[in-house]
C-alpha cells in the first residue's frame, strides 16, 4: 500500500507563498491525492484533487489562492498571498484498492 | 448543499461497545462509498473502515479489523460503525466522510466528528 511523507512543520510570512509537500513511496509515483485543511478544533475540509499531471480541482468555496502542482512521485500544496487565517494543519490523503492513507499532516505558521 | 451528521459518541469502558452513525443529506446516498476517519488527541488523520455505495465491499484498517463493523441504510441515508471489544487506544474524534466515487476515490466531505473516550 502506498505511504504519503508530509514534513511536520512549515512557515512562511503574512502575504507571502508557501509551497507543501507530500511525497508518495516508490512504486505509487503516478497515484490521485487530495489535500485537506484542518482548523484547531474542527473537521477536516477539502482542499482540492491533485493527479499525477499537476491536474487539479479544487472544493467547493476554496479560495483562488489555493493551487496544486505535482512533480514525478511528489504533489504539491502552493497557498499564495498568506493569510493569518492559513495557519493550521494540511493532510494529503490517498487510496489503493481497498486501503486509505493519510499523511502524518503539515503544520503551518505564518510569520 | 451536502450534509453530514455524526451521533453516538460517548465515554465507554474499555472492553465494552458504542454505535455510531451518521445522517446524509444534500447528494444521492447510494451512489457513494462512505468512510469513518478518526483522530486521536493531538495526534493525524486515520483512516479506520470504508463500505461502498451500495453496501456490497467493506473494508477496514487492520487497527480494528474483527472489532469494527461498518453498514449502512440507502434506504433512511443513514452510515453506522458498530464498534466492540473498545480499547484505550481507540479514543479518538470519529469523522464521518463523503468518497468521491462509488466504490472509493477521495474524500470531499466531512462531518463535524462525534467523540469516543474509552476509559474505565
Known amino acids: 500500500q502506498p505511504v504519503l511523507t508530509q514534513s511536520s512543520s512549515a512557515s512562511a510570512s503574512l502575504g507571502s507563498s508557501v509551497k507543501l509537500t507530500c511525497s508518495l513511496s516508490s512504486g505509487h509515483s503516478n497515484y490521485i491525492i487530495a489535500w485537506h485543511q484542518q482548523q484547531p478544533g474542527k473537521a477536516p475540509r477539502f482542499l482540492m484533487k491533485?493527479?499525477?499531471?499537476?491536474?487539479?480541482n479544487k472544493g467547493s468555496g476554496v479560495p483562488d489562492r489555493f493551487s496544486g502542482s505535482s512533480s514525478g512521485a511528489d504533489r504539491y500544496l502552493t497557498i499564495s498571498n498568506l493569510q493569518s487565517e492559513d495557519e493550521t494543519d494540511y493532510y494529503c490523503?490517498?487510496?489503493?484498492?481497498?486501503?486509505?492513507?493519510f499523511g502524518g499532516g503539515t503544520k503551518l505558521t505564518v510569520l | 448543499e451536502v450534509q453530514l451528521v455524526e451521533s453516538g459518541g460517548g465515554l465507554v469502558q474499555p472492553g465494552g461497545s458504542l454505535r455510531l452513525s451518521c445522517a446524509a443529506s444534500?447528494?444521492?446516498?447510494?451512489?457513494?462509498?462512505m468512510s469513518w476517519v478518526r483522530q486521536a488527541p493531538g495526534k493525524g488523520l486515520e483512516w479506520v473502515s470504508t463500505?461502498?455505495?451500495?453496501?456490497?465491499?467493506?473494508y477496514y484498517a487492520d487497527s480494528v479489523r474483527g472489532r469494527f463493523s461498518i453498514s449502512r441504510d440507502n434506504s433512511k441515508n443513514t452510515l453506522h460503525l458498530q464498534m466492540n471489544s473498545l480499547r484505550a487506544e481507540d479514543t479518538a474524534m470519529y469523522y464521518c466522510a463523503k468518497a468521491s466515487f462509488t466504490n472509493n476515490g477521495w474524500h470531499d466531505y466531512w462531518g463535524q466528528g462525534t467523540l469516543v473516550t474509552v476509559s474505565s
Open positions: 463500505i461502498s455505495g451500495r453496501g456490497g465491499s467493506t
Open positions: 444534500g447528494f444521492t446516498f447510494s451512489n457513494y462509498a
Open positions: 490523503e490517498t487510496w489503493d484498492s481497498n486501503t486509505w492513507v
Open positions: 491533485l493527479e499525477g499531471s499537476g491536474s487539479y
